[in-house]
């Protein structure tokens, strides 16, 4: 490690003087400015641009999210190469020599590269958008911001999840198509599993009619798919939206009961 320059400190020193310190303080309150009227033209544009057919709205939000993160960065990456001007660090000497990776390193940052980099490619490759539900280092939650660093989660407890882009290995996106719901009524041998089938294709009619906006597809009853000892299982299928998998399970389970009650079928 080289010796330290003690006369280069004390010229720096001498040379500190109030006029700077305001000079730094008002890159400073720049910066901030800068910040808070460009996130707040973004938001309105990004808005405007949700409504449009260009594209989806959870799309619309992650680039407003991005855009408003890039932004920030560049903000006060500039801020702070100005401070360190006025300063009196030789700052242009110091990108041309390093480049911008290699000051970030210098800084102690060698993980912002890779965070960068991972936060690009998942929006590239449209791995999750925010609103989505997703499961990645193993957490789950809803997306609520992709920034150029992290991706902010919520999860369904109400904790906020702060997860560095390089960290994210794998994502398991539960919102994209539908999911499966499945259930399996029993029925008693003694029951006339024909009747049972009716009772429950009319209560499964009658659901999707009343939730459509819950239900994708079906519900269909399948039939019987297994035989036990004192009973046989009869499933029920349905494609079902995004995070209403449970619902959607729940509500049929409850309409296949009261439909085998109102037609006097024995459950197993």
């Known amino acids: 490690m080289p010796p330290l320059n003690i006369d280069y400190l004390n010229t720096l020193a001498a040379g500190f003087n109030y006029h700077k310190l305001l000079g730094i303080l008002a890159i400073i309150a720049a910066a901030f400015i800068v910040v808070r009227l460009g996130s707040s033209a973004i938001t309105k544009l990004f808005a405007r ?26 903000v006060y990456f500039i801020a702070l190469v100005m401070i360190l001007g ?11 020599g390093a480049g911008v990776v290699g000051l970030a390193v210098g800084f102690g940052a060698k993980n912002l590269v890779e965070d960068v980099i ?13 609103g989505d ?31 560095p882009n390089g960290k994210i290995a794998q994502v398991t996106n539960h919102s994209r198509g539908s999911l499966q719901a499945v259930v399996d009524i029993g029925v008693a041998y003694s029951a006339d599993h024909n009747q049972a089938v009716s009772a429950l294709e009319q209560a499964c009619l009658k659901l ?20 036990y000892a004192d009973h046989v299982l ?8 995004p995070l209403q998998k449970a619902k959607v399970e ?19």
Request: with cysteine; glycine share 12%; charged share 20%.
């Open 250 to 268: 729940r509500e049929i389970m409850k309409r296949s009961k009261e439909a085998m009650e109102s037609a006097g079928i024995n459950p197993g």
């Open 86 to 96: 006025i300063c009196g660090v030789q700052t242009g000497a110091l990108l041309a």
């Open 234 to 241: 009869i499933r029920i299928t349905a494609g079902v939206m």
């Open 118 to 130: 991972s936060g690009f490619f998942i929006l590239f490759e449209d791995q999750f958008d925010v």
């Open 133 to 163: 539900y997703i499961t990645a280092t193993g957490v789950s939650g809803i997306v609520e911001a992709l920034g150029l660093r992290v991706t902010r989660l919520k999860d369904l407890g109400g904790q906020v999840h702060y997860i």
């Open 49 to 74: 641009e949700e409504d449009s057919h260009l594209g989806g709205s959870k799309r619309v939000r992650t680039m407003a999210a991005l855009s408003i993160s890039i932004l920030r960065y560049s």
């Open 208 to 227: 999707a009619q009343e939730h459509s906006d819950l239900i994708a597809t079906g519900p269909e009853v399948l039939g019987i798919v297994a035989l």
